[in-house]
């Protein structure tokens, strides 16, 4: 498909510009899904690998479940433009279990009020690294995704009102429900800093 578009289709960039009236010496055209420039930039990485000039390693990448493969946003049907999010884990214990909260502002920890979890969400219990660790079911596969090692998955009852202690601050706080919560956003567990938020200020929804 890709060479068709760059070669044939009438949207193709070289129709366009003699459309347009560009005179161009096209004896020398290539694009980057011919084979020649494909195998001259895997030659180009390898010698720069040998070089030491570029290592392998692991970095977060967009990802397709569905095929196992990284993607780019020329891959999508829809979801253009959405960027890699990077959140912080606080880990907020209970019993023998840990509620990981993802954040992206973790020094906000010191005015945490509550855990807000979805009630209408089935939460579990899943072994991770070590851990017993409570998340929406939704996350468990993202954990997986991400390199977690998750073992023994169960089902668990949520007890809405029970405290769970807070990390640095070693407070305790409630778990409330509150249906505004999403299971499919990083562990569907949420902590509650209201602070400016005035809707989060109100009781539990």
Not at 15 to 36: A, C, H, N, Q
Not at 68 to 83: A, F, I, K, S, W
């Amino acid at each position: 498909f890709a060479t068709h578009f760059a070669r044939e289709s009438e949207l193709s960039y070289r129709k366009g510009m003699e459309w347009l009236g560009y005179s161009i010496d096209w004896r020398r055209e290539f694009t980057t899904v011919d084979p020649s420039y494909s195998k001259f930039i895997a030659w180009q990485y390898h010698k720069l690998y040998d070089a030491g000039l570029i290592v392998k390693g692991k970095h977060p990448v967009k990802w397709c479940p569905g095929c196992g493969n990284p993607v780019t946003d020329h891959d999508l049907l829809e979801g253009e433009g959405v960027g890699i999010v990077e959140f912080t884990l606080l880990k907020y214990k209970i019993d023998d279990y840990v509620l990981p909260a993802a954040t992206l502002r973790p020094e906000t920890v010191f005015g945490v009020t509550n855990l807000w979890l979805n009630p209408d969400v089935k939460y579990v219990s899943a072994q991770v690294n070590g851990e017993r660790w409570i998340v929406s079911e939704q996350a468990v596969k993202k954990l997986r995704d991400q390199g977690y090692q998750v073992g023994e998955v169960s089902s668990i009852r949520i007890n809405f009102g029970r405290e769970v202690e807070v990390p640095l601050t070693h407070k305790r706080v409630p778990i409330l429900p509150a249906k505004f919560v999403d299971p499919d956003n990083a562990t569907g567990v949420v902590g509650s800093v209201p602070s400016h938020r005035l809707n989060l200020a109100g009781p539990p929804i």
